[in-house]
T-cell receptor, first 113, second 115 residues
């Protein structure tokens, strides 16, 4: 069975600081990996996705993520955080059949001015 | 505008009173899915549908039913709601073409409280 672990439940950073959100997955084959963001009271918006190819993936809002097969990780990064980035972030893994998407527990990001 | 809509957005009900949460998408997507979101657990899949009249269980299907009579609609039915079904529910849809994984588009969510 596939699974996703986001070790950090809460993270607080100062505006302008760099950010890295951790994601570890478990899946027997080449995974399809996603990062979604959920702003308060909103639905989920896709930040970026990895299916194959270049292991460094660029997304919207200045985010990027790096797929590391040896570490079963897909960490999300941003070089300089803005106050509007405060939200909850979810990592997810999809199976090859395309019918199951498994989410991590989420990381809530707070940004200090 | 391409979107997934859910109704109602908020619902407070009592134990045992049947309810339906509707989900509709206007993107002609084959795949649709329902999730529930609970604090610390992320989103867990309830049911999904690969196309009209094709549905299957996700990770937490107990207490829920679904149907897919039309491509655009995928209602979630709670025949006899219980307090442990109090949650935030999301519907999602995506293209599905022979196994290639595509981005899922999410609705705005339905916050359900069962008293």
């Amino acid at each position: 069975a596939q699974s996703v672990t986001q070790p950090d439940i809460h993270i607080t950073v100062s505006e302008g600081a760099s950010l890295e959100l951790r994601c570890n997955y478990s899946y027997g084959a080449t995974p399809y990996l996603f990062w979604y963001v959920q702003s308060p009271g909103q639905g989920l918006q896709l930040l970026l996705k990895y299916f194959s190819g270049d292991t460094l993936v660029q997304g919207i809002k200045g985010f990027e993520a790096e797929f590391k097969r040896s570490q079963s990780s897909f960490n999300l990064r941003k070089p300089s955080v803005h106050w509007s980035d405060a939200a909850e972030y979810f990592c997810a893994v999809g199976n090859n059949a395309g019918n199951m998407l498994t989410f991590g527990g989420g990381t809530r990001l707070m940004v200090n001015p | 505008e391409a979107q997934v809509t859910q109704n109602p957005r908020y619902l407070i009900t009592v134990t045992g009173k049947k309810l339906t949460v509707t989900c509709s998408q206007n993107m002609n997507h084959e795949y649709m899915s329902w999730y529930r979101q609970d604090p610390g657990l992320g989103l867990r899949q309830i049911y999904y549908s690969m196309n009209v009249e094709v549905t299957d269980k996700g990770d937490v299907p107990e207490g829920y039913k679904v149907s897919r009579k039309e491509k655009r609609n995928f209602p979630l039915i709670l025949e006899s709601p219980s307090p442990n079904q109090t949650s935030l529910y999301f519907c999602a849809s995506s293209l599905y073409n022979g196994g290639k994984k595509n981005e899922q588009f999410f609705g705005p969510g339905t916050r359900l409280t069962v008293l």
